[in-house]
């Protein structure tokens, strides 16, 4: 009885120890990229004598939506920080999205991009904590306030270090209509006070309506 | 009973090695994913700069590219792939077969071109390639202006009565901050002692470009053409810190806190394990 007991502690001990690895594995927020080979293809793109700058209009993304990751969020618009990088949301840092409003609007050509929180300080999720999570053929939908709906395919997944992240192609592909979502990854650099990698989803408009 | 003991306490230490194993080649792999990424593309855009030809069709490794190419018009950026690129242009409709101009060009893995099609006479047409940087300067405009026409020689640009930069044919000026707004711009040709003007808007985190193309007493007769695009920005800072000092006496960290109390609970239980297995 006693030594069943005994085995009985040892096992529970041990089952829970081996939980806690398994549950920091499934919590870590430094996940393994797919590694996606693109498929660059080379773009007709119409000429254009005076091109114009980002969208002068009203009409603004307001919800995302992302159901493989249960996002629902709001989205801000947001620009250029002080060091010249792209802004976060304000009004709510760790709920809210942001939508760069220099760039395209989401469902117009171009490469339109999004960013939100891995985090809150402390290490507790944000909004964009399961973004990682994404893959290929995955949805995300953006609620535009006009009332149209468009939804982009997951198209890449790909982890950069943020100061060869390869921006033009982030911020400026506009050789289709794309949505890339920006948060942060890997470990924290305390001394930079950032993560060590930048995770961007590409995604593609697949429909509007 | 020893005996077995031994065995759990050995094969509960390896469940829990093999745990952390996972754990720490997990934390890694995120580095060769960063190492191994294959989209870092090339982008480029072509402005038609050559008086000496007429609207054109643009053939990229043998495949349409631009059709209907009209002088003076510049496209947006197209990504490519990185590597040598045979670039052909051919008179509208006559195909690649009657390419006018053929030329590889060989482009960097996340280069940014503006690439310019221009030329001193009809049998005499090249490609000029620049390299851009659009990166945003926060909260200004940038501008930089490219001298393509061919018999404009040294040219200054004046925004006003401001002298901004001076170029020469197939030069491109440095990058220059600009303050936001419309602005009235004028180009002035030393040689030719005639100035070029045009009318723009600035606007915050963009790049605008100026390109003098055309001929000077002569057709197509020179003009500016102004093209702006959205300034890229750097990567944003969307991470926290996992680890911030308390504050106002609190703890502000309760992850860290679960984390703690359970590896105190977990690090008694371990101790007492291997104290009553030696006992």
Redesign the interface.
């Known amino acids: 009885m006693s ?1 069943q007991s ?2 009985a ?3 529970a ?2 089952t ?3 939980t ?3 549950g ?2 499934a919590c ?6 797919r ?4 498929n ?15 969208p002068a209009s009203s009409i603004h993304p307001d919800r995302l939506l992302i159901p493989a990751i249960q996002v629902n969020a709001p989205i801000e618009a947001v ?10 949301p304000t009004r709510n840092p760790w709920e809210d999205t ?1 939508w ?1 409003a ?3 609007l989401p469902g117009t050509q ?1 490469s339109a991009v999004i ?10 999720p ?1 909004v ?1 904590w399961l973004l990682r999570q994404l893959r290929a053929g995955d949805m995300v939908k953006v609620h535009v306030s006009n009332g149209a709906t468009l939804r982009f395919q997951v198209t ?1 997944v ?5 100061q060869n ?11 289709g209509i794309y949505l890339n979502l ?7 650099i ?1 001394n930079q ?6 995770l961007v989803v ?1 995604t593609r408009l697949i429909s509007s309506h | ?1 020893e005996t ?2 031994s065995r ?2 050995w ?2 230490l390896a ?2 090695l093999s ?2 194993c ?2 720490t080649g ?2 890694l ?6 190492r ?6 090339a ?1 480029v ?1 072509i402005i ?1 700069s050559s008086p000496f030809v007429g609207t054109a069709d643009v053939f ?2 043998g ?8 002088f ?10 990185p590597g040598p690129h045979k670039v052909q242009i051919a008179l509208v409709g006559k195909g690649v077969g009657a390419a006018a101009l053929t030329e590889t060009l060989n482009v960097q ?2 280069g ?1 071109y503006t690439i310019a099609a221009i030329g001193t006479a009809p049998t005499n047409l090249n490609l000029l390639v620049f390299k851009d940087d ?6 200004t405009a940038r501008l930089r202006v490219y001298q393509l026409a061919p018999n404009g020689g040294w040219m200054t640009l004046h925004d006003g009565n401001e002298s901004l930069a001076g170029v020469n044919y197939q030069q491109a000026s440095s990058y220059l901050t600009m303050d936001t707004g419309a602005s009235s711009f004028s180009m002035a040709s030393t040689a030719k002692n005639k100035s070029l003007s045009l009318n723009a808007t600035l ?4 790049v605008t470009s100026i390109f003098a193309v055309g001929m000077f007493n002569g057709t197509p007769g020179a003009r500016l ?20 000092l308390p504050s106002n006496g609190q703890w ?5 806190l679960v984390a703690l109390t ?1 590896m105190a609970i ?1 690090g008694t ?2 101790t007492r ?1 291997l104290l ?1 297995s030696r006992w």
């Open positions: 030594r005994t085995t502690r040892q096992s001990f041990y829970l120890l081996l806690l690895c398994l920091l594995l870590s927020p430094t996940d393994t990229a590694l996606a080979v693109s660059p293809t080379i773009t007709p793109t119409g000429p254009a004598s005076t091109a114009s700058a980002a620009g250029i920080d002080r060091n010249g990088d792209l802004a976060t942001g760069y220099d760039g395209p171009g960013d939100g929180h891995l985090d809150r300080p402390g290490g507790s944000a964009f890449d790909e982890y950069y270090e943020p992240a390869p921006l033009q192609q982030i911020f400026g592909d506009s050789s920006i948060t942060c990854a890997g470990d924290w305390p006070h950032q993560t060590k990698l930048r590409y | 009973m077995k003991q759990l306490s094969g509960g469940l829990l745990g952390f996972a754990l997990f934390l792999l995120p580095v060769i994913s960063a191994a990424s294959t989209t870092n593309q982008f855009r038609h990229v490794d495949n349409p590219f631009l059709t209907s190419f009209a003076g018009a510049v496209t947006s950026y197209a990504a490519v792939p893995p996340g940014v659009n990166k945003a300067a926060s909260g606007k915050a985190n963009t053409v102004s093209a702006q695009v959205a300034a890229t920005p750097g990567m944003p800072d969307t991470g926290s810190d996992p680890a911030p502000s960290t309760p992850w860290l359970l977990g239980l371990f394990r009553s």
